[in-house]
């Protein structure tokens, strides 16, 4: 699909997570040019960059093993100047891909916080209505049909408690 506006309505109108996974960074970035943004100016392309980079590594995480998994773009490596949450998403990619196993809760949790990163990312881009739509997919998995300890597990990862001092 060469049109980023057509891309754009397949990704995000509704969030289709596997649709995203599937797809290049560059494919992504313009998809992401063509939606809504209620801001003025030119985004950062570097910013816009590291938000789909978040946003590609949780939802290929996410990837039911099987045909889905088949034929997803891996990432390089991540470089050191990287920020470390993007290095431990990209390391929890290859983890559950290497795997050949369904992403745990604790690598859940570790998916859907880059997920959320990217969303905070793309509204401090004013694309602040993919954000809301990226927010109500991390809110849907969070909450969808999990027992209260895998749930809690997933939760701890995405959000570590403080660690004392």
Same mark, same amino acid.
């Given at each position: 699909m $060469?049109?980023?506006? @057509? *891309? %754009?309505?397949?990704?995000?109108?509704?969030? /289709? #997570?596997?649709a995203i996974a599937k797809q290049i960074t560059p494919n992504v970035? /313009? %998809?992401? $040019?063509? =939606?809504?943004?209620?801001?003025?100016?030119?985004? /950062?392309? +570097? @910013?816009?960059?590291?938000?789909?980079?978040?946003? *590609?590594?949780? =939802?290929?995480?996410?990837?039911?093993?099987? &045909? +889905?998994?088949?034929?997803?773009?891996? !990432?390089? &490596?991540?470089? %050191? =100047? @990287?920020?470390a949450e993007l290095q431990a998403a990209q390391t929890n990619l290859y983890d559950v891909f290497s $795997?050949?196993?369904?992403? =745990? !809760? @604790?690598?859940?949790?570790? #998916?859907?916080? $880059?997920i959320h990163t990217a969303a905070e990312q793309l509204a401090a881009l004013s694309y602040k209505v993919l954000a809301k739509a990226i927010i109500k997919f991390t809110s849907h998995e969070i909450s969808k049909s999990m027992e209260p300890v895998r749930r809690q597990r997933m939760l701890n990862a995405m959000f570590p408690p403080p660690t004392p001092k």
């Open positions: $060469s049109d980023p506006a @057509e *891309l %754009a309505k397949k990704l995000f109108e509704p969030f /289709d #997570a596997v970035m /313009d %998809a992401i $040019s063509k =939606t809504l943004r209620e801001g003025e100016g030119v985004p /950062d392309r +570097n @910013e816009l960059r590291m938000a789909v980079f978040y946003l *590609l590594y949780g =939802t290929r995480t996410l990837l039911p093993v099987g &045909e +889905n998994r088949t034929g997803v773009p891996f !990432p390089k &490596e991540t470089r %050191a =100047t @990287e920020p $795997s050949g196993q369904e992403a =745990t !809760p @604790e690598q859940r949790g570790i #998916a859907l916080k $880059s």
